[in-house]
Nanobody
Framework: QVQVVESGGGLVQPGGSLRLSCAVS????????ITWFRREPGKAQEGVAA????????YYSDSVKGRFTIAGDNVKNTVYLQMNSLKSEDTAVYYC???????????????????WGHGTQVTVFS
């Protein structure tokens, strides 16, 4: 059975950093696309960062480019999201999703992913 478990969320002040982890079991991530989404209260889910695990292609939304970094560890079968220079607008529940070779034009489409975690809360407050 495939499981996706996010961790690393918490409370942080503006300008601070957090590192989220997405641990996947039940499949080998080589050959999969892994994407971090987030949902702010009252808003639609937003793609934040995507990683093609095999090709090491990475893609970021404009809202986080230059501040967030996605990286994969094929030994631990885990994907990380390093979040720096956090802003209050980054407050959201962050979800990790994965599926086989999602096309690059579709990386931020939630309908392309069948495997999801339950999310981890990130709160940026002053």
């Amino acid at each position: 059975q495939v499981q996706v478990v996010e961790s690393g969320g918490g409370l942080v002040q503006p300008g601070g950093s957090l590192r989220l982890s997405c641990a996947v079991s039940g499949l080998v991530l080589d050959g999969y696309t892994i994407t971090w989404f987030r949902r702010e209260p009252g808003k639609a889910q937003e793609g934040v960062a995507a990683l093609d695990f095999s090709l090491d292609y990475k893609y970021y939304s404009d809202s986080v480019k230059g501040r967030f970094t996605i990286a994969g560890d094929n030994v631990k079968n885990t994907v990380y999201l390093q979040m720096n220079s956090l802003k209050s607008e980054d407050t959201a529940v962050y979800y990790c999703a994965t599926d086989r070779h999602v096309g690059r034009n579709s990386w931020f489409l939630t309908s392309m992913y069948d495997i999801w975690g339950h999310g981890t809360q990130v709160t940026v407050f002053s």
